[in-house]
């Protein structure tokens, strides 16, 4: 009787044994879709089992095996509620494309003039001494002391006294006077000057010279004392009526602007203000070292409002484009690729990649196919990349190429 006692023992446990085996394989088979455990607010802890992570407390939350899918995350609600990732389906869209640069105010160098030394001299006054000066037309601006003046001076009254002499010597000095005064004319006196060498007899080394134009000095070269060469620049002076506007664009939106077009120019300074103009001049020459492109207009200064150095907006219009847009954060630009987020279930995202093509207002073309039924990441697709490279260890899209 007491062997038959040991003996259903014996049966029991190991009924008990193979049940509890049994069990234990099957639990394991139901956490199999689960990699592991981790914490939504601090994504580098990691545990096998369910917890609290140390640091913050929350509960941690289960990553499943499918995560590792090549094309796609998942992702629990309390991440998505954190990482303000919202979806939504896209449709066509008629966008204005409106292409604004910042531009800068600058001189005309066309309408810059340099007052230069005709001789070799001193210069004994100067009549302007600080930039931003107003000089105009015929005023004088600086006396010089020349020797070759004198003498080319000395050498027109000479021959104008001996043009009373009659026969060969009266026709020589003729000759002689002439001579003379297209010296004078070269050295940059005037006809006016000239003709009061007659009246005065004036054979004065100092001579006074005069402005032919008019405008804003913007450099001096000189001071009263020094000596000057012949073509040395002293003084140049701006005509501020018409003024270059100068951009630098990007080169990749080089195939956006063209010789002619117009734009809207808007002024930081003068809110107010506002005009049209076109495009005169694209540099062929792109910076190698900013990747910009120099493009400049002419801009009409009336009441010479606007200065050089102003801040200016250029705006561009384009035609229409009608084509799907997505905001610009919503699309993810790698070395090698770019592409978008897209919602495969709930909960679970997909990328894919895509064509991009104008970006407008904070909008950008998507050129690629797409499911218009899926509905595309809009918000928080660069937390789910930085979710995505934390637990693949790789780029979305490592390895392929656009």
Not at 33 to 48: F, L, N, W
Not at 140 to 145: G, I, K, Q, T, W
Not at 351 to 362: D, H, L, Q, S
Request: include cysteine; charged fraction near 25%.
């Amino acid at each position: 009787m007491k062997r038959f006692k040991i003996i259903a023992i014996l049966l029991a446990f190991a009924v008990t044994s193979c049940n509890n085996k049994n069990s234990e394989d099957h639990s394991k088979h139901n956490s199999g879709d689960i990699a592991y455990y981790t914490c939504s607010m601090h994504p580098q802890i990691r545990a096998d089992k369910p917890g609290k992570c140390p640091i913050c407390h929350m509960d941690l939350i289960p990553v499943q095996n499918r995560d590792n899918n090549a094309e796609e995350i998942s992702l629990s609600d309390q991440q998505i509620k954190l990482g303000n990732i919202t979806t939504q389906t896209i449709e066509e869209t008629k966008n204005r494309l409106e292409e604004s640069y910042t531009g800068m105010l600058t001189y005309n160098q066309n309408n810059i003039k340099t007052i230069s030394a005709r001789i070799m001299g001193r210069i004994e006054k100067l009549y302007f001494k600080t930039t931003g000066s107003y000089i105009k037309m015929n005023e004088p601006v600086y006396v010089l002391y020349s020797e070759d003046i004198a003498i080319a001076k000395q050498d027109y009254l000479i021959a104008y006294k001996q043009l009373a002499i009659p026969g060969d010597f009266g026709k020589n000095a003729k000759t002689m006077m002439d001579a003379a005064e297209q010296k004078l004319l070269f050295y940059g006196l005037t006809n006016k000057q000239i003709e009061s060498l007659l009246k005065n007899n004036d054979v004065s080394p100092y001579t006074t010279f005069y402005s032919t134009f008019s405008g804003y000095i913007t450099e001096i070269t000189v001071t009263e004392g020094s000596y000057v060469m012949e073509g040395s620049a002293l003084i140049r002076i701006a005509d501020l009526s018409n003024l270059w506007l100068e951009a630098q664009i990007n080169a990749n939106y080089v195939n956006q602007v063209s010789l002619g077009q117009y734009a809207s120019i808007f002024f930081t300074d003068f809110p107010g203000k506002s005009l049209n103009s076109k495009i005169s001049f694209i540099n062929p020459e792109i910076n190698p070292d900013t990747r910009l492109l120099l493009i400049r207009m002419e801009i009409p200064n009336q009441n010479l409002m606007l200065k050089p150095g102003m801040q200016a907006i250029i705006k561009f219009k384009q035609p229409d484009i009608k084509g799907l847009f997505i905001p610009t954060d919503a699309v993810i630009r790698e070395e090698n690729a770019t592409y978008i987020w897209v919602e495969k279930r709930p909960g679970v995202f997909e990328n894919r990649m895509v064509e991009t093509g104008a970006e407008i207002n904070g909008m950008i073309e998507i050129k690629s196919e797409i499911d218009k039924t899926k509905k595309i990441v809009i918000t928080g697709a660069y937390a789910i990349n930085s979710e995505y490279k934390f637990r693949k260890g790789s780029d979305p899209m490592e390895g392929m190429k656009m």
